[in-house]
């Protein structure tokens, strides 16, 4: 079974920090889930069968869709795939879009998982971000989520802002946990090329987290959240028991899925493919019954690169007994000054990183590749 990836790029207005693909051309709705649908129709047999257990609505602003676009993409899902083992469906959104009523709306859809993109719980910096939402809008639609029945919820906190202070990190933390939600994922904040933040980086406007702070923010984040009864079980996430992320487990664990829509990627065990990141020409393809995409063939080095970079993320880390003899090998050899400072261990036949080399967990991947 499978996982289904929709991206739905369209915002408001761009946070500062964003460098995924969207656009604010929201008249672009209508056309756009119709391109969607009709995607789904020409990859019918893009994966080995048509069973899939997850589907994930991405962006962008996914909750920016009306009950009308969010139930015709659902029925046209039904028609393509056999959705009958389906686990969880999980739909990204924005606070400020959850209301009562959406949330109801949610609750005549298959969609049982909610990621709240709650950033932060200081008004400053959510201003600062260009967020829409509020502090007490992500209070409110946990509330609202939950009085419609939802129990998985999931929220996006970052940490590392110029100036953030480590009680003010403890505090972002402490209004996260009091709001029980079942998972937390957590990213330092990211100064990436062409987003208006690495512009104001440049012009000194912001400084970046020093290293010595940012580290001792991730041990605060590991050890609250631990203590309150979460798994980490990835770099960057946590979960109550029985509430990890299925979707992006498959990820992490090179199960094939599909992705639809504009600047969406694809995986299938052999190549990867994306599609182009411009809605107006994706649609135009689309409306065309071609695909504006590109495809990359897995070479063996790349598909062992690749478990390096997403299987050493997890708790479980590496499966050394599915790698080939000669990139085992490779691994044991590169791996062995890691494990003797104490960055990995090796349990049984598996490889993984030790809380110490979670820090530096770039670096130690970068040192095992194959080059």
Known sequence: MYGLYIHIPFCESRCIYCGFYSTTQSEFIDRYVRAVCKEMELRKDYLPDRRIRTIYFGGGTPSLLSHRHLSTIFHNINKVYDTGCLQEVTLECNPDDVTADFASALRSLPVNRVSLGAQTFSDDRLRFLNRRHTSLEIVSAVSDLRRAGINNISIDLMFGFSGQTLGEWHTDIDRTL??????????????????????????????????????????????????????????????????????????????????????????DCRSRQWNIDNIELYMQGIEHGEIPMEKEILSPETVYNDTITTALRTYEGIDLNKQHPNFRNYFMKNARKHIASGLLEINGDRARLTRKGLYVSDMVMSDLMFV
Not at 201 to 222: A, F, H, N, P
Not at 230 to 252: D, L, M, Q, V
């Open 178 to 267: 009091a709001l029980e939600v079942e998972h937390i994922s957590a990213y330092s904040l990211m100064y990436e090329e062409g987003t208006r933040l690495f512009k104001m980086l440049s012009l000194g406007k912001v400084q970046e987290t020093d290293e010595e702070k940012s580290r001792s923010m991730y041990e605060i984040l590991i050890d609250k959240l631990c203590s309150a009864g979460y798994e980490h079980y990835e770099i960057s996430n946590f979960a109550k028991p029985g509430y990890r992320s299925c979707h992006n487990s498959s990820y992490w664990q090179a199960v094939p899925y599909i992705g639809i829509g504009a600047a969406a990627h694809s995986y």
